[in-house]
């Protein structure tokens, strides 16, 4: 398996709900990653999960919420999103620098916030 | 802090010609690794080709190539006989050599291929 699988692709949700955004890979990837991704601009990195170590963007409002259960899955939990929130959310995965290094990306939730 | 600039926002190619996009990149670092990312309105992002800092032999995957410029701090992509596929949004992105460090991504060139 070589993929990184993103759950759900779409996602509308209001100013008042709680969601989860769900990113899984089983290539034994030991660093996970959110990143968000607004129209016409490139991603942004939100999160870093590396070896049991959670890495976060300052600029991240605190309405976002990772969460880590196992070195497969790692979970995206929103609550009170603001319109702005609006994006293509993207996760991605990476082994440990070397000659096969490199990151994979999933296809991405695109979240409207209403 | 890393700073990655794509300098051409938009470019235009005749199918079967050839096409380089223009990354610079500054960073204080020794050890790091570049790469060149596809992403086609289909949003997934696709890896295209990856550059190890300390390999001064420039990378390519078939039509695929860079230009690694190391003092320069440069490193531009080459499209060979570009194919209708090809049209995407490119972005170069660096990350340092630890090992489990996010991607810093330019913002862009929009790939247009012209049949």
């Known amino acids: 398996d070589t993929e990184v699988t993103q759950t759900p692709k779409h996602l509308v949700m209001g100013m008042t709900n709680k969601k989860s955004l769900k990113c899984e890979q089983h290539m034994g990837h030991r660093a996970m990653y959110w990143y968000k991704q607004k129209a016409k601009k490139p991603p942004e990195l939100m999160f870093v999960y590396s070896y049991e170590k959670l890495s976060i963007n300052e600029s991240v409002p605190s309405r976002f919420s990772p969460e880590c259960p196992n070195s497969s899955l790692l979970n995206l939990h929103l609550h009170a999103l603001q319109p702005e929130d609006s994006a293509l959310y993207l996760c991605?995965?990476?082994?440990?620098?070397?000659?096969?290094?490199?990151?994979?990306f999933g296809s991405g939730t695109r979240l409207t916030v209403v | 802090a890393q700073t990655v600039t794509q300098s051409q926002p938009e470019m235009s190619v005749q199918e079967a010609e050839t096409v380089t996009l223009s990354c610079t990149y500054d960073?204080?670092?020794?050890?790091?690794?570049l790469f060149w990312y596809k992403q086609p309105p289909s949003r997934q992002m696709i890896l295209v080709i990856r550059q190890e800092a300390y390999k001064q032999q420039n990378a390519t995957e078939n039509r695929f190539s860079v230009n690694f410029q190391k003092a320069a701090k440069s490193f531009s992509l080459k499209i060979s006989d570009s194919q209708l596929g090809d049209a995407a949004m490119y972005f170069c992105?660096?990350?340092?050599?630890?090992?489990?460090?996010?991607?810093?991504f330019g913002k862009g060139t929009h790939l247009i291929i012209q049949p």
């Open positions: 992105a660096y990350t340092s050599g630890g090992g489990a460090d996010g991607l810093t």
């Open positions: 960073t204080s670092e020794s050890d790091y690794y």
């Open positions: 991605a995965s990476s082994q440990r620098a070397g000659t096969d290094y490199g990151y994979t």
